[in-house]
């Protein structure tokens, strides 16, 4: 290596007082520059080198030590600039170990043979029996996870991918491992064969074995007490802590496991949690969050998810095994308790109350209850969407972002409401509606799919799927139209022009990213004809995609709106326009006046219960202003006030302009 020179043999005199020892003393390589006095109780063996040794550190408590190398085997290793590396009880092998890194109190850091770091581990997600296996690597995004695990029937997709994860697997082997500058490894037992980015901070961890720490300066990773990690990728800005235990998992970039979390054969996306439960064989797509230690996640896709206390599902087909599985579409909550049986597919943005014992369908039925009742699945359509959670959840993911801003793996899309979503409420709705057409309007109680619908449940959710529906479409219209001086009605036709057909038909959510099924069928197409070749291009052609959400969600939304008014946009009229604005108006007023009345219900008496302990019901109300606040400035009731009076104004005005010119 530059810079470097074997060492001279004088200062190999003084190293040998310093209590060091070498098989052969001249595969010791040091700078000119290197102050060998900062080197003791070494023990030297196979080919090393070592940087200069100057500066000092900080420990916990203000207690400062000067950079040293001491009690230490050091076999094949390569040593940056002002290292401190201290007290390792077995030995340093095969480490390419960059400037300023802190190895203190540690049993083993070793590579032996060719390795991957964890690159090509095959994790067996959403299916036990290996059905959907994929291979992690370093890059993997939620989005070529998704293919990977649910396109199998698309092989050759599949083959091209897995083709192009192969090479790159093979880019990355090495005999050596690698410990980038910055990096601290404190109290920590056996690390084996794990390549560790710069910045990491490992502290106290029990066992770290085949896998990659993919930390940045701007991003650091932090693994701490009694961690157990065994064939895994860990991804930028994430923190696993406190006892958890991983085997053949991938963390994605800005997620937290922690307080015991037991992780078997699954991939976590962005901004994920798992603390307390257990997790085996799930997708846990962006914000996939369980917090609670009697919770188990098993065999399922899930994203934007809550799962409860207790909340389980069963995957067992009892006489042929875990071939059973189950999705649970984004924004899906569980409460205390839940259970669903898989194969069951549960709609996006719905609550599942209780235990589920039928293999359930609801995924035409978004912003729904699913209550069991007497051993009964009871699905009470578009139920959520009077639900001020909705609301809170919608403004608390964007916030929760906790990835580097730089090269971002995955692709989040944040939208509750979307041509995902609507595509599905325009479903439900068809299906509310022939229910009442076959079935009639004198059964207290219908049957959709192993599911009951109460006669007051589908008539509410024709009621409120129809108010969403015009206030999606009012919303695109609006925003529209914003900043366009429009002065006839030709150029307000004109204005209600799509950009092109992309984006009408049937959109997808590819575990985060909403987009037209046409435009992913283009890009599947082009892997298959080996346009796209690497990684990194299936990102910028991903990203691509995503760019343009916008142009083709309004153009799925005008198609929408032809469809579902019975008008033509080139054709439309004054009045046509002022009623569809019209209603948006008031299905705005209406939805909100829902949120408005739930909030208030977390700010009603009842509520006032444990507060003021040992105070008169004055003192009572005063404790809990001062805990919970008042409800008229609560950040959400504001907001929602805000947004109707917001939306009000901008109705008005479009009435006014349109009433001018037709």
């Known amino acids: 290596?530059?810079?470097?020179?074997?060492?001279?043999?004088?200062?190999?005199?003084?190293?040998?007082?310093?209590?060091?020892?070498?098989d052969a003393w001249d595969s010791l390589y040091i700078k000119p520059t290197t102050n060998i006095s900062k080197?003791?109780?070494?023990?030297?063996?196979?080919?090393?080198?070592?940087?200069?040794?100057?500066g000092e550190r900080t420990?916990?408590?203000?207690?400062?030590?000067?950079?040293?190398?001491?009690?230490?085997?050091?076999?094949?290793?390569?040593?940056?600039?002002?290292?401190?590396?201290?007290?390792?009880?077995?030995y340093i092998a095969n480490y390419h170990i960059g400037d300023n890194v802190l190895i203190f109190n540690v049993g083993i850091i070793a590579v032996e043979g060719d390795c991957t770091f964890g690159n090509g581990?095959?994790?067996d997600v959403?299916?036990?029996?290996?059905?959907?296996?994929?291979?992690?690597?370093?890059?993997?995004?939620?989005?070529?996870?998704?293919?990977?695990?649910?396109?199998?029937?698309?092989?050759?997709?599949?083959?091209?991918?897995?083709?192009?994860?192969?090479?790159?697997?093979?880019?990355?082997?090495?005999?050596v491992g690698i410990i980038e500058d910055d990096v601290m490894i404190l109290n920590t037992e056996t690390i084996k064969g794990v390549f560790i980015g710069s910045n990491t901070k490992i502290r106290s961890v029990s066992k770290l074995i085949n896998g990659s720490i993919n930390s940045k300066p701007d991003a650091p990773i932090y693994i701490g007490t009694d961690v157990k990690i065994m064939n895994f990728i860990i991804s930028s800005d994430s923190v696993i802590d406190n006892a958890s235990i991983l085997s053949n998992c991938f963390v994605g970039q800005g997620c937290k496991i922690d307080k015991h979390y037991s992780v078997d054969h699954s991939v976590f996306f962005a901004n994920s949690q798992g603390y307390n439960g257990e997790a085996c064989s799930i997708f846990a797509g962006p914000y996939t969050v369980t917090h609670h230690k009697s919770t188990l996640l098993i065999a399922g896709l899930f994203s934007f998810m809550n799962a409860g206390s207790g909340s389980n599902q069963s995957n067992h087909m009892y006489k042929l095994g875990p071939v059973h599985q189950g999705i649970m579409e984004r924004g899906a909550k569980t409460t205390s308790n839940s259970y669903v049986i898989w194969p069951s597919k549960i709609g996006p943005f719905t609550l599942v109350m209780g235990r589920h014992y039928q293999n359930v369908d609801s995924s035409d039925f978004p912003f729904s209850y699913l209550i069991e009742s007497k051993n009964k699945s009871y699905l009470a359509p578009g139920a959520n969407l009077k639900s001020v959670g909705i609301i809170r959840d919608a403004q608390k993911w964007p916030k929760r972002d906790s990835r580097s801003e730089k090269n971002r793996l995955d692709i989040v899309n944040f939208n509750t409401v979307s041509p995902y979503t609507m595509l599905k409420v325009t479903k439900g709705l068809k299906h509310l509606q022939d229910i009442l057409v076959f079935s009639g309007d004198k059964l207290d109680e219908y049957t959709y799919q192993d599911m009951a619908i109460k006669k007051s449940?589908?008539?509410?959710?024709?009621?409120l799927y129809t108010k969403l529906i015009h206030n999606f479409i009012g919303n695109i219209i609006v925003s529209t139209l914003r900043k366009k001086n429009i002065?006839?009605?030709?150029?307000?036709?004109?204005?209600?022009?799509?950009?092109?057909?992309?984006?009408?038909?049937?959109?997808?959510?590819?575990?985060g990213m909403l987009c037209p099924i046409s435009k992913m069928d283009e890009f599947i197409q082009k892997v298959e004809n080996k346009e796209i070749t690497s990684s990194e291009v299936i990102n910028e052609e991903l990203h691509k995609i995503h760019k343009k959400y916008r142009e083709y969600e309004r153009n799925w939304a005008l198609d929408l709106l032809e469809r579902f008014y019975k008008v033509n946009l080139k054709e439309i009229t004054g009045d046509q326009f002022i009623e569809i604005i019209e209603k948006w108006e008031s299905s705005v007023i209406e939805l909100g006046d829902f949120l408005y009345k739930d909030a208030s219900k977390e700010f009603d008496l009842h509520t006032?219960?444990?507060?003021?302990?040992?105070?008169?019901?004055?003192?009572?109300?005063a404790d809990f202003k001062s805990v919970r606040g008042v409800f008229e400035t609560n950040i959400t009731v504001v907001d929602i006030l805000e947004h109707i009076e917001d939306k009000k104004n901008r109705a008005h005005k479009l009435i006014t302009l349109v009433k001018g010119i037709k």
């Open 39 to 54: 080197i003791k109780n070494v023990v030297f063996s196979g080919e090393n080198y070592i940087g200069n040794i100057e």
């Open 608 to 621: 006032h219960v444990g507060f003021g302990a040992d105070g008169n019901q004055e003192e009572k109300l």
């Open 59 to 90: 420990f916990y408590g203000g207690v400062r030590s000067h950079n040293v190398i001491e009690n230490v085997h050091l076999h094949n290793c390569r040593i940056g600039d002002n290292p401190f590396i201290k007290n390792v009880e077995s």
């Open 457 to 463: 449940s589908l008539h509410k959710g024709i009621g």
């Open 126 to 175: 959403i299916n036990e029996g290996g059905g959907r296996r994929i291979p992690i690597y370093n890059h993997l995004s939620a989005q070529v996870a998704y293919f990977l695990a649910l396109y199998r029937h698309k092989t050759l997709l599949v083959e091209q991918l897995l083709s192009m994860i192969d090479g790159y697997i093979e880019s990355v082997v090495s005999n």
């Open 487 to 511: 002065t006839t009605i030709e150029e307000l036709r004109n204005a209600l022009q799509p950009t092109s057909e992309i984006g009408k038909g049937k959109w997808i959510d590819v575990a």
């Open 121 to 123: 581990v095959l994790v």
């Open 1 to 22: 290596m530059k810079n470097y020179i074997i060492i001279p043999s004088e200062l190999v005199k003084q190293l040998k007082i310093q209590g060091c020892s070498s």
